[in-house]
């Protein structure tokens, strides 16, 4: 039995709302910038959807791994990512955490316990239980939090993953981050459940789903989750049900997409609502919400122009880190 998590206190409080902040700012910035020209590439958004990284994060110590997908930057910023470092790779710049090479689509950061941002749908689910295999090999206590959408949830990798995590008592917490839509498609027009979590029963582990608009249930579901994984009682299914803002990617017209719907989802950001939340709860005042919201746009700008005045990969790079130092044989 997982013992029941004290609430959070006014500095988690303050800490989720920073963080949800500090995503939601970059976020608007960067498409500002892509609308305008300014910068190009891939991009997706996952606005809407910070409290599914950050009050999971809120768990996690800095030597704990997370592997994430392309739509990452939320899970990237929660576990500690600088900004300075994480607007560069974006940007494809030597300063970035992957010497730009990686992009938005590739950020990798291990010194932050950020192992892998992966490409392809699903991918990162075996690449997690190979960390906590890893972890529980060395004998420590580092838990895996392995982010990935609801779409991924249809592919094979998500059952061999689980099915192995489940055997072994892997200290992984599997994330489904069900933002309604794989790709263009609507959950139920590919997806035989209504709730992600509902299988984890064919794995024998946990299967819990939380309003990800609420980010005080989300952070008590994922903290226990996290505990038990840590206790070495195994993996659980956390499905936290959130909603994506914009499209696929950017320049998708979200036709797919039903108008009342969406603009009901934006009408209730729980970022702003969270913030009201404070604010009504008496656990932060309105300067102090403002400073917080200030400070993070401050960092935000300060990440974006050191990015834009960064300077690109040298040439060279092109054939560094692509093979590993010759080892002899013994």
């Known amino acids: 039995m997982t013992p029941h998590l004290a609430e959070p206190d006014a500095k988690v409080l303050l800490e989720l709302f920073t963080d949800a902040t500090r995503i939601k700012l970059f976020d608007e910035k960067y498409r500002a910038l892509m609308k305008a020209g300014h910068i190009g590439g ?3 958004s996952p606005r ?3 409290f599914a990284a950050v009050s999971v994060a809120q768990h996690l110590r800095r030597d704990d791994y997370v592997v994430t997908i392309y739509r990452g930057l939320h899970d990237q910023i929660a576990k500690g990512v600088p900004l300075r470092e994480l607007w560069a790779e974006y940007l494809g710049k030597a300063a970035g955490t992957c010497k730009g090479k990686g992009g938005p689509m590739h950020v990798t950061a291990p010194d932050h316990g950020l192992m892998v941002t992966t490409g392809v749908v699903g991918s990162g689910l075996p690449i997690a239980t190979g960390l906590a295999l890893s972890a529980q090999l060395r004998g420590t206590d580092q838990v895996t939090v392995c982010n990935f959408g609801d779409g991924a949830s249809n592919i094979g990798a998500f059952h061999e993953s689980l099915n192995l995590a489940s055997v072994w008592h892997l200290p992984v917490v599997f994330v489904c981050q069900n933002n309604q839509f794989a790709e263009y498609t609507p959950l139920l027009e590919g ?8 299988r984890a029963a064919g794995y024998s582990m946990p299967g819990v789903t939380v309003d990800g608009e609420d980010p005080v249930a989300v952070w008590h579901s994922a903290g226990e989750a996290i505990d038990r994984a840590r206790r070495g009682d195994g993996p659980t299914l956390l499905e936290v049900d959130t909603f994506r803002y914009h499209g696929h990617v950017m320049g998708d017209t979200q036709k797919y997409m039903p108008k009342e719907l969406l603009a009901a989802k934006v009408a209730a950001d729980p970022v702003p609502r969270f913030r009201a939340r404070l604010l009504a709860d008496g656990v932060a005042g309105e300067a102090e919400l403002r400073a917080i919201e200030d400070g993070a746009q401050a960092e935000v700008d300060d990440a974006a122009d050191f990015a834009l005045k960064a300077e690109l990969p040298d040439v060279s790079e092109l054939t560094t ?8 044989v013994r």
């Open 321 to 328: 880190d692509v093979y590993a130092p010759e080892v002899a």
């Open 48 to 50: 809407g959807q910070e």
């Open 191 to 198: 997806t035989s459940v209504a709730h992600i979590a509902d």
């Open 42 to 44: 891939m991009y997706y």
